[in-house]
């Protein structure tokens, strides 16, 4: 019983490996993606008018900080074990430092279907995990190259669609409630795992075009796409239940830490670490850790947080 | 008909869609009067650039201008940009009507 969004993504896959003429057009794409944050960013206010959002300062902060130690591991990982340059490891550590709202959407949709509960606050951790892992990669990237405009790259991240659709759709859900939402849920609740699922064959055939700068890039990325997300997940299930957060709330926690962004993280490293060679990067977190993390990831981060968390009760 | 055509340069710049923003306000800061932007799908040093999606996608830049800021234009882009973004530049001579539109605006508009 698989769920039918991963098979989506499979089918692109395939159709991308045998030259199929298949193609999402870009504007499509841009489309999809809107939705897909917008929709996430409602659902995230919606159940924050149901809590305390004071009550959230705590957690954010911790979060905020466990989550800074995922773009400096993955820097000197890459730095010194992978013996990439500055620029490199640098823009690795942002893209894996930051996190990817796809797989997040994946995550919860898989606990949706095995009726798991989570916490509805756990989109919030999402706007927030967005900014910081860009800024450490960034700054490690450039540490004594000293001409790092950061005006002009927190105005990329924060003005970035990505932050702007998020934090927008949290406004708005949290100001509407669930019961103002009510009128626009049919196209933004009802019809999301259609679009994710259309989403998703599109990133399938993403993925296969990655798939040449694979064969070039080597046995160490392949290696960190695989354990990167790994270790980092294993930081948010234990950031998790420091947090006292439910079984799936820890899955999810474990998914966003685990993730590797391909939306707002290419665009602002491309600008603000120009020499850094962006298939490396997308090549890692696009072409492996992305597809690792929502067939394997997620039921793996799953049965580890139903393991610990069960087992501290 | 001819008679009423002058010389000026035509820039074209092929180049990955991000640098759209940069390279457009620096050609406007110089002197350029305008510029025309189209989107762009190609294949070359840095493989196939389908625009499947936005970090796959290029763009083309257009500018028409005088030979002195064509040269500025030119070298600002060989500076900032050649060494780390997927580019290609080529300039030609082309026929324009109007061609006060085309020529240095510091004289008009900054003065």
């Known amino acids: 019983m698989s769920d039918p969004v991963i098979l989506f993504f499979i089918l692109g896959l395939i159709a991308g490996l045998s030259r199929s003429d298949l193609k999402i057009p870009g504007v499509l794409y841009e489309s999809l993606s809107i939705f897909l944050l917008l929709a996430i960013g409602l659902k995230g206010g919606a159940a924050l008018a149901q809590n305390n959002p004071s009550a959230l300062l705590v957690p954010i902060l911790v979060v905020t900080f466990t989550a800074m130690l995922v773009p400096v591991l993955a820097f000197l990982i890459a730095h010194y074990v992978g013996g990439y340059e500055r620029a490199d490891a640098g823009s690795l550590a942002a893209h894996y430092g930051s996190v990817s709202v796809v797989t997040f959407a994946v995550g919860s949709s898989y606990l949706t279907r095995l009726s798991v509960p989570f916490e509805g606050f756990m989109s919030v951790f999402l706007v927030i995990l967005e900014i910081p892992g860009l800024l450490i990669g960034v700054a490690l990237a450039r540490w004594s190259a000293g001409d790092t405009r950061w005006g002009v790259l927190m105005h990329e991240i924060l003005a970035g669609k990505s932050i702007v659709l998020l934090v927008g759709g949290l406004m708005i859900g949290y100001v509407s409630g669930e019961q103002g939402l009510a009128s626009i849920s049919p196209v933004f609740f009802t019809l999301f795992k259609g679009l994710l699922a259309i989403f998703l064959l599109e990133m399938g055939l993403v993925t296969a075009g990655r798939v040449a700068d694979l064969k070039k890039s080597g046995i160490f990325l392949i290696s960190f796409g695989v354990i990167m997300p790994l270790i980092s997940a294993a930081i948010g299930i234990v950031t998790a239940s420091l947090l006292g957060l439910s079984v799936g709330g820890a899955t999810l926690l474990a998914t966003l830490f685990a993730s590797a962004s391909y939306i707002a993280a290419p665009a602002a490293i491309r600008m603000a670490v120009p020499e850094a060679n962006p298939s490396l990067s997308i090549g890692a977190s696009l072409g492996i850790t992305f597809p690792f993390n929502i067939t394997v990831g997620i039921p793996l981060y799953y049965a580890a947080s139903q393991w610990l968390l069960g087992a501290s009760l | ?111």
């Not at chain 2, 025309?36 to 799908?41: E, H, I, M, W």
């Not at chain 2, 493989?47 to 999606?53: K, N, P, Q």
């Not at chain 2, 050649?82 to 580019?87: D, L």
Request: net charge negative; glycine share 8%.
């Open chain 2, 1 to 111: 008909m001819t008679s009423r055509l002058s010389v000026r340069k035509l820039i074209t710049v092929i180049c990955e869609s991000c640098l759209e923003e940069a390279i457009t306000s620096a050609a406007k800061e110089i002197g350029a009067s305008g510029y025309t932007v189209s989107d762009a799908r190609g294949s070359g040093a840095h493989g196939l650039r389908d625009g499947s999606w936005p970090e796959n996608a290029n763009i083309r830049i257009e500018i028409l201008c005088d030979e002195a800021i064509a040269t500025r234009i030119l070298d600002l882009l060989l500076e900032t940009y050649y060494s780390h973004y997927t580019m290609v530049t080529f300039v030609t001579d082309v026929g324009v009507l109007r061609p006060e539109k085309f020529q240095h605006r510091a004289s008009q508009s900054q003065g």
